[in-house]
Every structure is written in C-alpha cells, then in structure tokens.
C-alpha cells in the first residue's frame, strides 16, 4: 500500500494550493480517506475526511469555507483544495487511508503518505 502526497508549497497568506494523494496498492473507491496535519510543536490533528463515493465530507472547524476535500476514484487520487490560506496553516500535511470518516476526524488511517509541507508566509 502507497499513499503518495504531493502539492505543498511556500504561499502568502490569502493564497490558494491544491494538494494530491494518489493511492496504491488497495482497492481506493471502497475506502474513505482523510486529510491530516502537524504544525511545528503540535499534534497531528485531522484536517478533513471524505466517504468512498464523495458524498459525506467532514472538515475540522478551523477549516471549514476554507478547504475542500474531493476524490477522483478513477484515477485513484484524493484532492485537498485550501484557499484564503492563513500563516496558521503552515504544517506538514498527510493524507491517510482507510479510515472511518465521520465528523470527530478522530480516527487513526491504517496507513500514511509521506506528508508535504505547507508554508504560509504573512
């Protein structure tokens, strides 16, 4: 299993970055997958999750109207859109899969990418 994020970068605040996970080696359209990350000093926390078809979508409350979570099973990838980006974001972030997805993000994934990092300057 193969969990591949990409799409990180060194931004302004305000600005926009569209992360990819692209996943191998399971069968991705049956599992939901999560959005996680880890600021500096700070625990990994959940960012966002969605469910094997894209329909139910969960984010954490400091990034809800910001983020967007989205998936393309035929091409066996997971999206994270982060716009009106704010220095407070600046973390590595993981996508993670599979996993319960549900509105605690609270779940730990059975296995992880290798994490991109996000910077945003002020």
């Known amino acids: 299993v193969q969990l591949q994020a990409s799409g990180g970068g060194l931004v302004q605040a305000g600005g926009s970055l569209r992360l990819s996970c692209v996943v191998s080696?399971?069968?991705?359209?049956?599992?939901?997958i999560g959005w996680f990350r880890q600021a500096p000093g700070k625990e990994r926390e959940g960012v966002s999750c969605i469910g094997s078809a894209g329909i139910r979508t969960y984010y954490a409350d400091s990034v809800k109207g910001r983020f967007t979570i989205s998936r393309d099973n035929a091409k066996n990838t997971a999206y994270l859109q982060i716009d009106n980006l704010r220095p407070e974001d600046t973390a590595v972030y993981y996508c993670g899969a599979p996993l319960p997805c549900d509105s605690t993000l609270e779940y730990t994934p059975e296995h992880w990418g290798q994490g991109t990092q996000v910077t945003v300057s002020s």
């Open positions: 080696g399971f069968p991705f359209r049956t599992y939901s």
